[in-house]
């Protein structure tokens, strides 16, 4: 069983960057494909981006390539995502999910998933 929970979420206008992190519980922290979904109010949850348990293999959503960086730090079983150039269309809250899995952009295919984040950007 894994729990993660989300942080650094809120409020920022466009242009500006925010980090969010996702910290998880458990020890095999390592052999986890970890991702970050958003869902915006009437829109299914969209895939932004995901990092292999090794941190050397990421993929990005076309929406945010060149504007977020997913990364994770294996010691502190925390995985993050810096948003930079943040837009208005950005807004959503942000989920962290984990899967043991092959790195797989669909959401169903994630057995864990933290409460979610708020991220709001302003016009």
């Known amino acids: 069983q894994v729990q993660l929970v989300e942080s650094g979420g809120g409020l920022v206008q466009a242009g500006g960057s925010l980090r969010l992190s996702c910290e998880a519980s458990?020890?095999?922290?390592?052999?986890?494909?970890m991702a970050w979904f958003r869902q915006s109010p009437g829109k299914e949850r969209e895939f932004v981006a995901l990092i292999r348990g090794s941190g050397f293999s990421r993929t990005y959503a076309n929406s945010v390539k060149g504007r977020f960086t997913i990364s994770r730090d294996n010691a502190k079983n925390t995985v993050y995502l810096q948003m930079n150039s943040l837009t208005p269309e950005d807004t959503a809250v942000y989920y962290c999910?984990?899967?043991?899995?092959?790195?797989?952009?669909?959401?169903?295919?994630?057995?864990?998933w933290g409460q979610g984040t708020q991220v709001t950007v302003s016009s």
């Open positions: 458990g020890r095999t922290f390592s052999t986890y494909t």
């Open positions: 999910a984990a899967d043991e899995g092959a790195a797989i952009t669909t959401a169903s295919i994630y057995d864990y």
